[in-house]
């Protein structure tokens, strides 16, 4: 391992500068205008595997945008490592809120500030770098692929299909991935389970034309007012989902389960200090950690309606809309759940307007048994580098593919991100700091080998 | 008066002409960026009333947008007649549902389409043709004033201020508006009521940043989400607004002022076809007509928060807005319903968010009495030209400042617009009825023979 150290060691400043390359593309997937940076972005990483050490690597085209696809074969019999990641990143508005231009990577206190710092160009990068390491000192010692795609955040729809043309190819013992958090750089945590997601949009329309609010206030039903009386009933005072049959598959905890989940370390007062909040807000009954570890939740991603510029336009908006976004756990079924939303959204409409409900995308929950061989080699390596034995953590957050890959591929994965929560992901400011890089880098060669001697 | 229909007559297509290019200013007072446009619209009026027959036109500089002033005294015994209107119009947004260039007008259907081709600029030109129709014909009964702001949809603010320096200036007998609808051209109305405004902003804040929905999502009171539970609360199931002390100065309509209030035709089935709506909506116990006339209202006229592009963005928003205005109706005091709405607002807030509540803009209800002079000579020239005697009406509308023109210039207003709810002012593809325009130019020299004959 000292020799994989010394080459880290060596080359980490050209291993920033070329991740710094990768932040630079734009590769927006949400917005259809970054297309052609979608495939610049994917033809970078295919072009930088190889250097690192891939005998091969291709941009695979699909229905949407092209899958990286790479691997080196050191041994028929040695154990197969397919590591996942995504080259496409978040919108960046509220630009206006960032302070580094998003697409052009700055180091500040020991940060990368970017778009995809983190999520998850910054986290792949250290797999990339790994490999690389691994490659030029003679000492993967174990076969590995990697699948990087380009729309993880639009729901990876065209990934399901890419796993189905190619299960052959893509056949392996686990698929290491690192687009998770852990708890803080003091508490070390393995991702053992993770949110499904059931994302809508919903249009309510009242009036064929916009009306002055002075001649129809009062006598017409302005779908601005409709929108947020719908949505509001959509959780009660006890902060619970009030859709009939949303809560029928949830797997309640034990007490004991309970127990043990609450036991991570979370103090309130510096949650809220964190954010910024006077309070926090959620399903009574819970803590926060179960709020976001075990508890669906709805939330409202993005709402509009009407006049929304400089000064006062008095209106009534003909429509107004929301995307609406539910986190999920096992064993809700995020089919089943976008089905019950619908309906319940149209049969609480009132006849005053009419509304359109749409299913934009959705994921399954996924969960990871702590005594898989990965999961045990991820452990000793985490405590080597961390000197903690990293705790096991339900995320909030959705990774739909994950679920995916399980019933297509039948390969369990192994979730180990770097991630803070003050990385601000999905958010303005995006960073990763270097430590975590570097811990990163210092971990995944141990992974390797200890799944190595697992066999 | 045969002169007169004879000038108009040989006239009228070079009046619609010289109207285009009034119209063809985008003269937006709600945008910064056209204030040039408020002074090039101001300067092409005050030339126009030169030319029309003023003995003199001023572009009068305020804190905001200039005021046009005209006058032509012809004798200083005569009774005079302030004519207001207001050069400014709306915003055109959403401007991808305009079938022509909002300001591009055009001649279709018998109606002139675009941006103030009723609301003011088309109503307002009817005026000064009416003008220029009596003084080249020298049969001016009366002084005639004009006084046209460029502010009226964002508040008037300027004119308070420059009615109070110009008291001398603007000294008259009535004041005539035609910035108001009829019922219809077979049902000819002349307003003596107008509902007052208050309009508010509300900005809700969460956490500091954009949160990832996955990470938080279930634990942090989202901000979208808070804003449609504090809005939805606003009005209750019975439609009734829930701020405390909002119906304390409301007056009560007598049972025999109902009748009688009800009494002008109005068609339930015509009117939800019209807007092509399943069903109308607002305060228990009232009919659509009382519900715009005579009850005040609360609309959401805008609200915005979080991701509103293209495809999906899992985000908890830091912050959502809205603009939110109520119609008020006498004895209501808008300044006293603005305080109760921001006290109210911020006091259902709860503590995971804060709030803060600005007054935009506000106004007064105004009566005007049906035995005025200038009332009954509307009436008289109405029915002459409608063939039918024009029903007194309640408009749900606002235009502020005709209760500040009553309370600092002491003189009423006669508010006899042309205008039809089809011509649908504010929204997108607004238009004005050339038949409504030809019947505004007979109506209004009718008016001044018979105002000055009733000294």
Known sequence: MDKVKDYIEVNKDRFISELFDLLRIPSISAQSEHRPDMQRCAEYLATALVKAGADRAEVMPTAGNPVVYAERIVDPKARTVLVYGHY?????????????????????????????????????????????????????????????????????????????????????????????????????????GLRGLAYMEVEVTGPDKDLHSGLFGGAVANPANVLTRLVASLIDADGRVTIPGFYDDVRELTPAERRAFNRAPFSLAAYKRSLAIGDVEGEAGYTTLERTGVRPSLDVNGIWGGYTGEGTKTVIPSKASAKISMRLVPNQDFRKVSKLFERHFKAIAPKSVKVTVKSLHGGMPYVAPTDMPAYKAAERAVTEVFGKKPLPFYSGGSIPIISGFESILGIKSLLIGFGLAEDAIHSPNESYGLEQFERGLATIPLFYKYFAESR
Chains 1, 2 share one sequence.
């Open 88 to 192: 496409d990143v978040m919108p960046v508005d509220p630009r206006d809120e960032w302070r580094t231009d998003p697409f052009e990577p700055v180091i500040r206190d020991g940060r990368i500030w970017g778009r995809g710092a983190d999520d998850d160009k910054g986290q792949l990068w250290m797999h990339a770098k790994a490999f690389e390491a691994m490659c030029a000192t003679d000492s993967l010692p174990c076969n590995v692929k990697f699948m990087l795609e380009g729309e993880e955040e639009i729901g990876s729809a065209s990934l399901y299909d890419f796993c189905r043309a190619n299960r052959k190819l893509l056949k392996a013992d686990i698929i290491l991935v690192s687009d998770t958090s852990m708890l803080s750089m003091q508490t070390p945590s393995i991702t053992c």
